[in-house]
C-alpha cells in the first residue's frame, strides 16, 4: 500500500479490507494473450474512457508513423507488423494521458527492431521522422542533442510495451501464406498482388491482426484483392468463413471511414467499398453469421454470480487466480496431475504404476521383517 503524505495513528490500525488496494494481487499471474477479441479490445476502451474518434485519430496516426519510418529506414514489412501489434496492446492498457502518440509509436517501432533483429538505435527512429517532415538542408544526424530527451523516453516506455504484450515475443505475419496463395490464384505482379500488399498493410490499422490468425489475414487480404478485381477466387483453407468475414468488414469499415488515410483507399471511389459491403452483408445475413466472435465464457456470463476475486481488471481477466483443484498432486516421475477420485476409478495409468510400486516395496518389507 502506498504511503500516505501525512501518515496518522489511524491509518497503522486500517485492516487490508478497508484499505485501498493498489495494482493487482500479489498472487496475480498474468499470461500473454496471443488474440483478443472484438469484446475485449471494447472493455478495455470503456475501462479507459476513451471516445471512438479519438481511438480512430489516435490509432490511425501511429500506424502512420510506424509506416513512414519503417520505409525511412528500409525496414522490413515483418518489424512493421511486430510494431503495430505492441502498438495496439500497448493503448489498450494505458490511459491517453500517460503518453504522447508519437512516443509509443517510436517506442513500439524501437521494441520491434530489437524483436525481429533489425537493430536501429532510439535516436535514429526520431531522426528518421524528423527528416521526413523538413528539406534535405534542414536534415539532422541521429547524434543531435536536440534527440537525447525523446530517446530517453522511448528506454523508458519499452519496457511498458513488453509488459502489455504480457513479453511474448511471438508474431504473425501474414504475407508469407499470402503470397503463396496469390501464386497459386495466378494473381498479376502489377494488379491483384499489388492490391493484396496494400491491403495487408492497412489491416494494421484495425483491430483484425489483433484478432485474428496468420490463414484468415491472408485469405481475407486475397479475397478482397480478388473483389476488387473481379476475380473469383477459391475455396476457404484452415479457417471459418465467419473470422474471414469479420476481418473482411473491419478492413470495409477502415475503407469506408478513413479511406484517405490508407495506402489503398485513395484508388478506389467510395462506391466500390460500399457495394463489397452491401454484398458480404447480404452473405453474412443468409448463413447467420455475427459480426464479432465472442469468447465461449461471454455465453454463460450472465447466469454465473459474482464472487470475490473476479472483477476484471482493464476488462482482460481477474486480477487473482483461481484456486487450485483440491487434492492436486503431481508424479514424481511424470508431470501428470491425478486426483483419489480417478484413482479410485481406475482411470490413471500412473496411480497404477504408484500403487504398484508401493505394494512391492510394502511385500518386501514385511518380508524382511518376517525373516528377522
Given at each position: 500500500?502506498?504511503?500516505?503524505?501525512?501518515?496518522?495513528?489511524?491509518?497503522?490500525?486500517?485492516?487490508?479490507?478497508?484499505?485501498?488496494?493498489?495494482?493487482?494481487?500479489?498472487?496475480?499471474?498474468?499470461?500473454?494473450?496471443?488474440?483478443?477479441?472484438?469484446?475485449?479490445?471494447?472493455?478495455?476502451?470503456?475501462?479507459l474512457?476513451?471516445?471512438?474518434?479519438?481511438?480512430d485519430?489516435?490509432?490511425?496516426?501511429?500506424?502512420?508513423?510506424?509506416?513512414?519510418?519503417?520505409?525511412?529506414?528500409?525496414?522490413?514489412?515483418?518489424?512493421?507488423?511486430?510494431?503495430?501489434?505492441?502498438?495496439?496492446?500497448?493503448?489498450?492498457?494505458?490511459?491517453?494521458?500517460?503518453?504522447?502518440?508519437?512516443?509509443?509509436?517510436?517506442?513500439?517501432?524501437f521494441?520491434?527492431?530489437?524483436?525481429?533483429?533489425t537493430?536501429?538505435?532510439?535516436?535514429?527512429?526520431?531522426?528518421?521522422?524528423?527528416?521526413?517532415?523538413?528539406?534535405?538542408?534542414?536534415?539532422?544526424?541521429?547524434?543531435?542533442?536536440?534527440?537525447e530527451?525523446?530517446?530517453?523516453?522511448?528506454?523508458?516506455?519499452?519496457?511498458?510495451?513488453?509488459?502489455?504484450?504480457?513479453?511474448?515475443?511471438?508474431?504473425?505475419?501474414?504475407?508469407?501464406?499470402?503470397?503463396?496463395?496469390?501464386?497459386?490464384?495466378r494473381?498479376?505482379?502489377?494488379?491483384?498482388?499489388?492490391?493484396?500488399?496494400?491491403?495487408?498493410?492497412?489491416?494494421?490499422?484495425?483491430?483484425?491482426p489483433?484478432?485474428?490468425?496468420?490463414?484468415?489475414?491472408?485469405?481475407?487480404?486475397v479475397?478482397?484483392?480478388?473483389?476488387?478485381?473481379?476475380?473469383?477466387?477459391?475455396?476457404?483453407?484452415?479457417?471459418?468463413?465467419?473470422?474471414?468475414?469479420?476481418?473482411?468488414?473491419d478492413?470495409?469499415?477502415l475503407?469506408?471511414?478513413?479511406?484517405?488515410?490508407?495506402?489503398?483507399?485513395?484508388?478506389?471511389?467510395?462506391?466500390?467499398?460500399?457495394?463489397?459491403?452491401?454484398?458480404?452483408?447480404?452473405?453474412?445475413?443468409?448463413?447467420?453469421?455475427?459480426?464479432?466472435?465472442t469468447?465461449?465464457?461471454?455465453?454463460?456470463?450472465?447466469?454465473?454470480?459474482?464472487?470475490?476475486?473476479?472483477?476484471?481488471?482493464?476488462?482482460?481477466?481477474?486480477?487473482?487466480?483461481?484456486?487450485?483443484?483440491?487434492?492436486?498432486?503431481?508424479?514424481?516421475?511424470?508431470?501428470?496431475?491425478?486426483s483419489?477420485?480417478?484413482?479410485?476409478?481406475?482411470?490413471?495409468?500412473?496411480?497404477?504404476?504408484?500403487?504398484?510400486?508401493?505394494?512391492?516395496?510394502?511385500?518386501?518389507?514385511?518380508?524382511?521383517?518376517?525373516?528377522?
Open positions: 500500500m502506498a504511503p500516505t503524505a501525512s501518515p496518522t495513528n489511524d491509518s497503522r490500525d486500517r485492516t487490508p479490507a478497508t484499505s485501498s488496494r493498489v495494482g493487482p494481487h500479489p498472487s496475480y499471474i498474468e499470461l500473454a494473450k496471443p488474440y483478443v477479441l472484438q469484446s475485449a479490445i471494447q472493455r478495455c476502451l470503456v475501462d474512457a476513451m471516445s471512438d474518434a479519438k481511438e485519430a489516435v490509432r490511425l496516426q501511429g500506424v502512420a508513423y510506424i509506416d513512414q519510418v519503417r520505409r525511412a529506414l528500409q525496414l522490413p514489412v515483418r518489424t512493421f507488423n511486430t510494431a503495430v501489434i505492441y502498438y495496439h496492446k500497448f493503448r489498450l492498457l494505458h490511459a491517453e494521458n500517460e503518453y504522447s502518440w508519437e512516443g509509443a509509436a517510436a517506442a513500439a517501432l521494441t520491434a527492431c530489437k524483436i525481429e533483429d537493430l536501429k538505435k532510439s535516436r535514429e527512429v526520431l531522426a528518421a521522422y524528423y527528416n521526413s517532415k523538413v528539406g534535405v538542408g534542414e536534415q539532422l544526424s541521429s547524434d543531435d542533442p536536440r534527440f530527451n525523446h530517446s530517453k523516453l522511448i528506454l523508458g516506455l519499452e519496457r511498458l510495451m513488453l509488459e502489455s504484450a504480457g513479453f511474448d515475443f511471438r508474431n504473425r505475419y501474414p504475407q508469407k501464406v499470402m503470397v503463396k496463395l496469390a501464386r497459386a490464384l494473381f498479376h505482379p502489377e494488379r491483384e498482388a499489388t492490391t493484396m500488399w496494400n491491403v495487408s498493410l492497412d489491416m494494421y490499422r484495425t483491430f483484425a489483433l484478432k485474428q490468425t496468420t490463414p484468415t489475414m491472408a485469405i481475407a487480404c479475397e478482397l484483392a480478388a473483389r476488387l478485381h473481379e476475380k473469383d477466387t477459391s475455396e476457404i483453407w484452415n479457417t471459418t468463413r465467419a473470422e474471414i468475414m469479420e476481418t473482411l468488414l478492413l470495409l469499415d475503407y469506408t471511414h478513413h479511406r484517405v488515410n490508407t495506402a489503398l483507399g485513395p484508388y478506389y471511389s467510395l462506391e466500390t467499398f460500399i457495394n463489397i459491403r452491401i454484398t458480404l452483408n447480404d452473405e453474412a445475413s443468409a448463413a447467420n453469421i455475427p459480426r464479432y466472435a469468447y465461449a465464457s461471454e455465453a454463460t456470463a450472465s447466469d454465473t454470480k459474482a464472487t470475490n476475486g473476479t472483477k476484471a481488471r482493464n476488462g482482460i481477466g481477474p486480477t487473482s487466480p483461481l484456486p487450485p483443484p483440491p487434492y492436486a498432486c503431481y508424479s514424481r516421475h511424470h508431470l501428470t496431475r491425478y483419489p477420485a480417478a484413482e479410485k476409478r481406475n482411470r490413471n495409468p500412473w496411480a497404477e504404476r504408484h500403487r504398484a510400486v508401493y505394494a512391492r516395496r510394502e511385500a518386501g518389507a514385511r518380508g524382511e521383517e518376517s525373516g528377522r
